[in-house]
């Protein structure tokens, strides 16, 4: 890794949220056998938004939710869909981030959130480099169940996936690599 990148990504680290709340995971665009395995080679149909799926509730059903990618955790299957009701920070507003929906309040975050994970065969979460060809901000529909995990979360567990649109950011500002 040269050194350009390494400074980079130290204040990626040190200013990762405008909001100076949660924490933002900057993903990288590559993938692996294991996160590809999710992609799906066509649209999976209509979609359902965040805020409905989470207004349902838990089902064995399974759905299609789309939402807008807000966070990616590193090394996993695992990456947080906001409902594209909620807007994201736009640079025009002094935003650096964009993301992070720093302009937002903890509690709208909160509600417009669903947390996303892509299981193998096991019960966790696999372990990956990343999903092929997503960004933060991307739009998806994500493929799969929602469950409520043993803390009374809920959790979508996923079993494919589907990129619908990328936003294009205004000059000067750069997704994480």
């Known amino acids: 890794m ?83 009701a909620l807007p994201y920070c736009r640079a025009e507003k002094g935003c650096p981030t964009p993301w992070d929906y720093c302009c937002e309040t903890r509690e709208a975050r909160r509600e417009h959130a669903l947390l996303v994970e892509f299981h193998g065969d096991g019960e966790a979460p696999i372990e990956t480099v990343g999903l092929p060809n997503t960004r933060l901000l991307d739009v998806l529909k994500v493929r799969g169940k929602l469950t409520e995990n043993e803390y009374g979360s809920l959790v979508f567990i996923a079993d494919g996936f589907w990129q619908v649109a990328r936003p294009e950011l205004p000059s000067g500002l750069n997704w994480p690599q």
């Open 2 to 84: 040269t050194l350009h990148r390494v400074l980079i990504i130290c204040l990626l680290t040190i200013f990762a949220s405008c909001g100076g709340g949660d924490a933002v995971t900057a993903p990288d665009d590559r993938s692996d056998a294991a996160g590809a395995a999710f992609a799906l080679s066509a649209d999976p149909g209509e979609a359902i938004t965040v805020l409905d799926v989470k207004r349902a509730g838990p089902s064995d059903a399974a759905v299609i939710v789309q939402g807008r990618v807000q966070e990616r955790t590193k090394g996993f299957g695992i990456l947080t869909l906001m409902d594209t």
